[in-house]
């Protein structure tokens, strides 16, 4: 059973709208949450985290909304580029303080940013 | 800079074989991963480390193994390959801190097994 969902397997955007990534979890102890972005032929790089305590956090055009009692967060990207174009992976971590250090992944979203 | 490498970047073997993956980190982190990334599955945990000498089995360990001798490096043995264990191998890092839990990924291994 996958505690980490990302439903939509794709998403397209005409460039400088807002592209919205949405992930649900189901495991209640996660209490840290993090967004990853790969390009093709490359590892994951991290893109924006947010701590269970906050329900928003911003960095640039990407800011991050988590609602706890939804167990639903999601990444806004405004204003979408082609070079956002890439897999987008939600991760949760948390519990116990050997699984704090583990990050379960959900399975991705392909965005494509049209020009 | 500090970085996390993997060695080789692609991989072909036959069934049965025993295949072993490099991977390197110069961040000095103590906390070592091995995912593999399979479509519709995202990145599944195969093993960690959380230090010299400490090894753990994660989601998906089946027919692999790791060994962690010091700090910088932790290579992923498959033992005797098999087709199902096609796919793209990434290894991370990370060092607990007290607000994030960002872990470093390596650029992958792309292996294939015929």
């Known amino acids: 059973d996958q505690q980490v969902k990302q439903n939509s397997p794709s998403l397209s955007v005409q460039e400088g709208r807002i592209s919205i990534l949405n992930c649900d979890y189901t495991?209640?102890?996660?209490?840290?949450f993090l967004w990853y972005k790969k390009y093709p032929a490359e590892g994951p790089t991290f893109l924006i985290s947010?701590?269970?305590?906050?329900d928003k956090n911003e960095d640039g055009r990407f800011t991050v909304f988590l609602n706890k009692s939804a167990k639903h967060l999601s990444l806004h990207i405004v204003p979408s580029q082609p070079g956002d174009s890439a897999v987008y992976f939600c991760?949760?971590?948390?519990?116990?303080?050997?699984?704090?250090?583990?990050?379960?992944f959900g399975s991705g979203t392909q965005l494509t940013v049209l020009p | 800079d500090a970085e996390i490498t993997q060695s080789p970047r692609h991989k072909i073997t036959e069934t049965g074989r025993q295949v072993t993956l490099a991977c390197h980190q110069t961040w000095n982190h103590n906390n070592m991963f091995w995912y593999r990334q399979d479509l519709g599955h995202g990145l599944r945990l195969i093993h960690y480390?959380?230090?010299?000498?400490?090894?753990n089995k994660g989601e998906v360990s089946d027919g692999y193994s790791v060994s962690r001798s010091n700090t910088e490096d932790l290579p992923l043995t498959l033992e005797s390959a098999a087709s199902s264990q096609t796919s793209v191998y990434f290894c991370?890092?990370?060092?607990?801190?007290?607000?994030?839990?960002?872990?470093?990924f390596g650029p992958g291994t792309r292996l294939t097994v015929l």
């Open positions: 991370a890092s990370s060092e607990l801190q007290a607000s994030y839990n960002e872990q470093f």
């Open positions: 947010i701590s269970s305590i906050k």
């Open positions: 991760a949760a971590s948390g519990g116990s303080s050997g699984s704090a250090r583990q990050l379960t």
């Open positions: 495991n209640s102890m996660f209490d840290y």
């Open positions: 480390s959380y230090g010299v000498q400490d090894t």
